[in-house]
């Protein structure tokens, strides 16, 4: 779709727009000239001011937009003052955005009269399936008529052209196409990606790229001319609005000011480059466009000096405003959960046992029958056949293939995706297939969703559930047999639960469901049918359906004879999922003198359990089955050896699998890595004997 006839843009509109350019000019000067005071890094809009108001002039309160980090002159538009900004710039207290924890133009904001604006990181191209996932979450919302609006939503996510070659851009532009979402992706090409040029970083723009992804309608406009941009942006606005589908604008534009006040415009380009992007100030040519047109040009100047001296009165309050308390540091790292205590029957009576997929299937079934903003997504999971491990079967027939579907192979978007489906008021539930293909969405999960509450100042908490099969057992080979919990427990601001049997499973899901939070739930494979020798106790009474397990609650699954314990000659074990099991197994070796404390979570984590435990026994073993060298295993036994030191006999040790880069697929191999009963047996007797 290409703009070939401008229509004429009102003398009021490019008043407006006058005024919101100088605004953005005496900001980048007045930045310019504080340096000293201005130390935190920042961008400005200088040279893409026309297409960002162009753009912001067509939002409504229902619309949602995604602004990068250059995306000053939209968030003027839309309607933010230069203070509010500025305080964000500063890093003060009453940033409205983050509370003073992010970078200038990094907004968030569920401003009641303004579109909406969900996190913003500063990582080039990784808003796109975030915002993308808004919009899905919005066709959802509509479909299924959970809610009304005066207006279709838009749905706009900006970019700079060189994060266009992030391969997670093509994951959203894939699945915008595929499934037909009201989203404009708005592409500011300025030929610069810091110091490097287009021609050493893409082989097409952002237009030609999109050629390829079949429904994604194009258009292709001047950014620098604002006559140019505010007819574009209307079409593709009204189209989007009235159509329902996505579009793609592709906007030319100058950069006149610096990358950031880090990386200096005099760094690396010469005056001739510099010189050739000053011709287009969208400033000027606004100015130039309302002189012919009769405006007095002592009329401009006057609008000219006024955006001066409100900026730099804005200026001077920002930095007299106050910093952050020292004391709010860790305010906002979750938001607070309604699920604080265990609820409802775990063992009705005549209720017979399941396996834990079982568990799984009813817990989902119960959750969405209750709630329509509930949905399950992700690789092979519809109706066909419900999942590799058959752990959703029948929900796809029961709840149609708009609630229940399968995704591409996309791990990125797959969990990305639920931050903008969240922030709509959804609780998506996706699965990755097997924890080996987590890596592709672990930039997601750490980038935008496990820094979402936090850096939003607790405005959008995530609130979603990623399913994880995971572990090793019968020959399942190096790309489906491994464990991923220490690098998820690195994470800060997500939640993790690894369930051991049916009912915790079920309860913990349900809790899960509830928690205003980002919930990995790891679910071990060889547990799901029980059908590994000596996992038959993952088999349970089936749970009622108000039953709900709280998260950071372990539990005492065997435990120590009193009068072994009394003669210092027990020791206690600390472990999860599989572990459990090899636990257990073990223990009938040593009558009386083990205990085992099952986790449930990793995160949050019941160390008040445990280190009450701990003192009781002196001894103490931490179990995974994860490779030990660096793991969240060897952490946690470093924790209880600190907070439990006086009280120990001897050092707390922990046992995980050897130190190998991937799980053999022989299972001759297979076996001598992991850990087993037979190996923990002979670990237990050696602790005991200390």
């Given at each position: 779709?290409?703009?070939?006839?401008?229509?004429?843009?009102?003398?009021?509109?490019?008043?407006?727009?006058?005024?919101?350019?100088?605004?953005?000019?005496?900001?980048?000067?007045?930045?310019?000239?504080?340096?000293?005071?201005?130390?935190?890094?920042?961008?400005?809009?200088?040279?893409?001011?026309?297409?960002?108001?162009?753009?912001?002039?067509?939002?409504?309160?229902?619309?949602?937009?995604?602004?990068?980090?250059?995306?000053?002159?939209?968030?003027?538009?839309?309607?933010?003052?230069?203070?509010?900004?500025?305080?964000?710039?500063?890093?003060?207290?009453?940033?409205?955005?983050?509370?003073?924890?992010?970078?200038?133009?990094?907004?968030?904001?569920?401003?009641?009269?303004?579109?909406?604006?969900?996190?913003?990181?500063?990582?080039?191209?990784?808003?796109?399936?975030?915002?993308?996932?808004?919009?899905?979450?919005?066709?959802?919302?509509?479909?299924?008529?959970?809610?009304?609006?005066?207006?279709?939503?838009?749905?706009?996510?900006?970019?700079?052209?060189?994060?266009?070659?992030?391969?997670?851009?093509?994951?959203?532009?894939?699945?915008?196409?595929?499934?037909?979402?009201?989203?404009?992706?708005?592409?500011?090409?300025?030929?610069?990606?810091?110091?490097?040029?287009?021609?050493?970083?893409?082989?097409?723009?952002?237009?030609?790229?999109?050629?390829?992804?079949?429904?994604?309608?194009?258009?292709?406009?001047?950014?620098?001319?604002?006559?140019?941009?505010?007819?574009?942006?209307?079409?593709?606005?009204?189209?989007?609005?009235?159509?329902?589908?996505?579009?793609?604008?592709?906007?030319?534009?100058?950069?006149?000011?610096?990358?950031?006040?880090?990386?200096?415009?005099?760094?690396?380009?010469?005056?001739?480059?510099?010189?050739?992007?000053?011709?287009?100030?969208?400033?000027?040519?606004?100015?130039?466009?309302?002189?012919?047109?009769?405006?007095?040009?002592?009329?401009?100047?006057?609008?000219?000096?006024?955006?001066?001296?409100?900026?730099?009165?804005?200026?001077?309050?920002?930095?007299?405003?106050?910093?952050?308390?020292?004391?709010?540091?860790?305010?906002?790292?979750?938001?607070?959960?309604?699920?604080?205590?265990?609820?409802?029957?775990?063992?009705?009576?005549?209720?017979?046992?399941?396996?834990?997929?079982?568990?799984?299937?009813?817990?989902?079934?119960?959750?969405?029958?209750?709630?329509?903003?509930?949905?399950?997504?992700?690789?092979?999971?519809?109706?066909?056949?419900?999942?590799?491990?058959?752990?959703?079967?029948?929900?796809?027939?029961?709840?149609?293939?708009?609630?229940?579907?399968?995704?591409?192979?996309?791990?990125?978007?797959?969990?990305?995706?639920?931050?903008?489906?969240?922030?709509?008021?959804?609780?998506?539930?996706?699965?990755?297939?097997?924890?080996?293909?987590?890596?592709?969405?672990?930039?997601?999960?750490?980038?935008?969703?496990?820094?979402?509450?936090?850096?939003?100042?607790?405005?959008?908490?995530?609130?979603?559930?990623?399913?994880?099969?995971?572990?090793?057992?019968?020959?399942?080979?190096?790309?489906?047999?491994?464990?991923?919990?220490?690098?998820?427990?690195?994470?800060?601001?997500?939640?993790?639960?690894?369930?051991?049997?049916?009912?915790?499973?079920?309860?913990?899901?349900?809790?899960?469901?509830?928690?205003?939070?980002?919930?990995?739930?790891?679910?071990?494979?060889?547990?799901?049918?029980?059908?590994?020798?000596?996992?038959?106790?993952?088999?349970?009474?089936?749970?009622?359906?108000?039953?709900?397990?709280?998260?950071?609650?372990?539990?005492?699954?065997?435990?120590?004879?009193?009068?072994?314990?009394?003669?210092?000659?027990t020791m206690l074990i600390v472990t999860y999922g599989m572990g459990i099991y090899w636990a257990k197994e073990a223990a009938k070796n040593f009558s009386g003198q083990v205990e085992i404390i099952d986790l449930r979570t990793l995160i949050p984590l019941d160390e008040k359990l445990v280190f009450e435990?701990?003192?009781?026994?002196?001894?103490?073993?931490?179990?995974?089955?994860?490779?030990?060298?660096?793991?969240?295993?060897?952490?946690?036994?470093?924790?209880?050896?600190?907070?439990?030191f006086q009280y120990l006999d001897a050092p707390v040790e922990a046992m995980g699998s050897l130190n190998l880069p991937a799980v053999p697929i022989n299972l001759v191999l297979e076996k001598e890595m992991l850990p087993n009963a037979e190996k923990l047996s002979k670990k237990i007797e050696e602790m005991?004997?200390?």
């Open positions: 779709m290409e703009i070939i006839k401008k229509e004429s843009v009102s003398q009021d509109i490019f008043l407006k727009a006058f005024k919101h350019m100088m605004v953005a000019k005496a900001t980048a000067d007045v930045y310019e000239e504080n340096r000293n005071l201005c130390k935190y890094v920042h961008s400005t809009s200088r040279g893409h001011e026309a297409i960002q108001l162009a753009t912001a002039y067509q939002l409504t309160k229902e619309d949602w937009v995604s602004p990068y980090y250059r995306d000053e002159s939209l968030l003027l538009g839309i309607g933010f003052e230069p203070y509010q900004l500025m305080l964000q710039l500063l890093a003060k207290a009453d940033d409205p955005f983050s509370g003073g924890r992010s970078y200038y133009s990094h907004p968030s904001s569920r401003a009641e009269n303004l579109p909406k604006i969900i996190h913003q990181s500063s990582a080039t191209g990784m808003q796109a399936i975030p915002t993308t996932g808004v919009a899905q979450g919005i066709k959802y919302i509509q479909e299924f008529k959970l809610k009304t609006f005066e207006n279709n939503p838009v749905v706009v996510c900006s970019f700079g052209d060189n994060s266009i070659t992030e391969g997670e851009v093509s994951e959203a532009f894939q699945f915008a196409a595929l499934h037909q979402l009201p989203i404009i992706f708005l592409v500011q090409d300025n030929e610069w990606g810091i110091s490097v040029t287009k021609e050493e970083a893409r082989t097409s723009d952002a237009y030609d790229f999109a050629a390829g992804f079949v429904g994604l309608n194009r258009m292709k406009v001047d950014g620098t001319d604002f006559e140019a941009s505010f007819e574009a942006m209307k079409k593709a606005v009204d189209f989007v609005r009235e159509e329902r589908k996505p579009m793609l604008v592709c906007a030319s534009t100058v950069l006149i000011g610096h990358h950031t006040s880090g990386v200096r415009r005099e760094f690396y380009r010469d005056e001739e480059n510099l010189a050739k992007h000053r011709e287009k100030d969208p400033g000027n040519i606004v100015r130039k466009r309302l002189l012919e047109e009769g405006i007095d040009e002592e009329i401009l100047k006057q609008i000219e000096k006024k955006a001066r001296l409100e900026v730099e009165q804005a200026f001077q309050k920002a930095l007299a405003a106050e910093d952050p308390l020292p004391q709010s540091v860790e305010d906002h790292v979750f938001a607070p959960t309604p699920i604080t205590e265990e609820v409802g029957e775990r063992e009705p009576q005549g209720q017979e046992k399941i396996v834990m997929v079982d568990a799984a299937i009813h817990a989902i079934q119960e959750l969405m029958w209750k709630h329509p903003e509930a949905l399950l997504y992700g690789q092979d999971v519809g109706e066909r056949i419900g999942g590799v491990f058959r752990e959703t079967v029948t929900l796809g027939k029961k709840f149609g293939n708009k609630r229940v579907f399968n995704t591409p192979i996309q791990e990125a978007y797959i969990i990305g995706s639920t931050v903008g489906m969240s922030a709509v008021g959804l609780k998506p539930i996706v699965e990755v297939q097997f924890a080996d293909y987590i890596y592709p969405g672990i930039n997601q999960l750490i980038t935008e969703i496990s820094k979402s509450c936090y850096l939003s100042n607790g405005k959008f908490p995530v609130s979603n559930i990623i399913r994880v099969p995971i572990g090793a057992y019968g020959g399942g080979g190096p790309y489906h047999s491994g464990s991923v919990e220490s690098i998820l427990a690195n994470i800060k601001g997500i939640k993790i639960a690894y369930p051991s049997n049916a009912a915790d499973f079920k309860g913990l899901l349900k809790a899960a469901f509830y928690d205003p939070n980002p919930v990995v739930m790891l679910e071990h494979k060889g547990l799901y049918w029980s059908k590994v020798p000596g996992t038959e106790e993952a088999k349970t009474i089936e749970p009622a359906e108000d039953y709900i397990l709280p998260f950071g609650k372990g539990n005492i699954i065997l435990n120590a004879n009193p009068e072994e314990t009394e003669k210092g000659r435990r701990v003192k009781i026994h002196g001894k103490c073993l931490v179990l995974t089955e994860e490779q030990l060298n660096n793991s969240f295993a060897e952490a946690f036994a470093h924790r209880i050896s600190k907070n439990c005991l004997k200390n």
